[in-house]
């Protein structure tokens, strides 16, 4: 297979805003790939009331990953920041098939920045799940846009926007922002303002992770 032939990319979501961001930085970072995209927006939902990933939380994955899989993908992405231990149960189940959480590659970025990352997010799920995703070493600052999530979900980007630059003044000292929401991405430019320091995105990481991986 020649580099230049299209590659097929599952992108599995739980929140309805991840589509658009990964769209995005395909089409700027690795465009004509076959994207497809699997949404299961009560995921979320079932964390936030359940409080913790149970067995059938990674059960539910699974035969979402498997689905996608047997669709002929050559990757699979999740978007969802709060599921590592289940998508590492999916990695696990489909080696050697390149499975990505969404955050990995934007760490491994990270982490070249310096030793004190900043961590923002709108959904809270995703910091007890990705803080334990950075090497030891490095000090996590996590920090919670509050309200922005609310704001998104009511189609209100300039106040998701104002409130991510808000809450990112308080990470000002560290060595760089990461990102931790697909939906985060748009706020990328607010953020350095905020801070003057490097800010991570989960998406453009992740396809640029991607085009390595499959020899793009």
């Known amino acids: 297979m020649s580099a230049a ?30 994207l497809m995209n699997l949404m299961d927006d009560s995921l979320s939902a079932d964390l936030a009331r359940d409080g913790s990933l149970t067995p059938r939380m990674t059960e539910r994955f699974l035969t979402l990953a498997r689905y996608a899989a047997g669709t002929g993908a050559d990757a699979i992405l999740f978007t969802c920041s709060a599921f590592g231990p289940c998508i590492e149960a999916c990695a696990a189940d489909l080696a050697p098939m390149p499975v990505l959480k969404p955050n990995e590659a934007m760490i491994e970025e990270a982490i070249t920045k310096g030793t004190r990352i900043g961590l923002l997010v709108t959904f809270p799920g995703t910091i007890p799940s990705m803080i334990p995703e950075f090497p030891a070493g490095i000090t996590v600052v996590p920090k919670v846009a509050e309200g ?12 998701h926007d104002r409130l991510a630059e808000e809450a990112a003044r308080a990470l ?16 990328k430019q607010h953020v350095e303002r905020a801070t003057g320091k490097p800010v991570l995105t989960t998406p453009d990481s992740a396809v640029l992770k991607l085009k390595r991986l499959l020899g793009g």
């Not at 922005?148 to 106040?159: E, F, M, N, R, S």
């Not at 000292?173 to 706020?187: E, K, P, W």
Request: proline share 9%; aromatic share 6%; hydrophobic share 50%.
């Open 5 to 34: 032939h299209p590659r097929r990319i599952a992108l599995i979501h739980a929140l309805r805003h991840s589509p658009p961001p990964i769209e995005a930085a395909f089409a700027r970072l690795w465009p004509g790939q076959v």
């Open 148 to 159: 922005g999530l609310a704001a998104l979900d009511a189609g209100d980007l300039v106040t």
């Open 172 to 187: 000002a000292d560290c060595d760089a922002i990461a990102l931790g929401q697909f939906s985060l991405a748009r706020a």
